[in-house]
C-alpha cells in the first residue's frame, strides 16, 4: 500500500510563501496523476491542485495564479508552492492520488496564514 508523507507546513504572515513536500512510496509513483487536498476546520476536504503523470496540471479558481504543483519522478515526490498566502488558505493540506485512494491518506500538514 502507497504510504504519503508531507512536510513543509507552517505559520506564515499573509502575503508569504510556502512549499510543501509530499513523498510517496509502495506504488509506482511516476504512472498516478497526484493531487493536494486541504481540509479547513469544520470544512470538508478539498482539492487544491492536481498533476498528471505527463506533467498536465489544474487548479481551483481561488488558487490559480497563486499555487504551483510539480513532481520529481525521480524522487517519487510531488511538490506545492504557496506564494501570496491568504487567511483563507489556513488548513491541513494533504497528498494522495487524483482521485484519492481512500485508504492512502497520510497525517497531513498544518498551514497557518495569520499576522
Known amino acids: 500500500q502507497v504510504q504519503l508523507v508531507e512536510s513543509g507546513g507552517g505559520l506564515v504572515q499573509p502575503g508569504g510563501s510556502l512549499r510543501l513536500s509530499c513523498a510517496a512510496s509502495?506504488?509506482?509513483?511516476?504512472?498516478?496523476?497526484m493531487g493536494w487536498f486541504r481540509q479547513a476546520p469544520g470544512k470538508q476536504r478539498e482539492l487544491v491542485a492536481s498533476?498528471?503523470?505527463?506533467?498536465?496540471?489544474n487548479y481551483r479558481d481561488s488558487v490559480k495564479g497563486r499555487f504551483s504543483i510539480s513532481r520529481d519522478n525521480a524522487k517519487n515526490t510531488v511538490y506545492l508552492q504557496m506564494n501570496s498566502l491568504k487567511p483563507e488558505d489556513t488548513a491541513v493540506y494533504y497528498c494522495?492520488?487524483?482521485?484519492?485512494?481512500?485508504?492512502?491518506w497520510g497525517q497531513g500538514t498544518q498551514v497557518t496564514v495569520s499576522s
Open positions: 494522495n492520488h487524483a482521485p484519492p485512494c481512500l485508504p492512502c
Open positions: 509502495g506504488s509506482i509513483f511516476s504512472i498516478y496523476a
Open positions: 498533476i498528471t503523470s505527463g506533467g498536465n496540471t
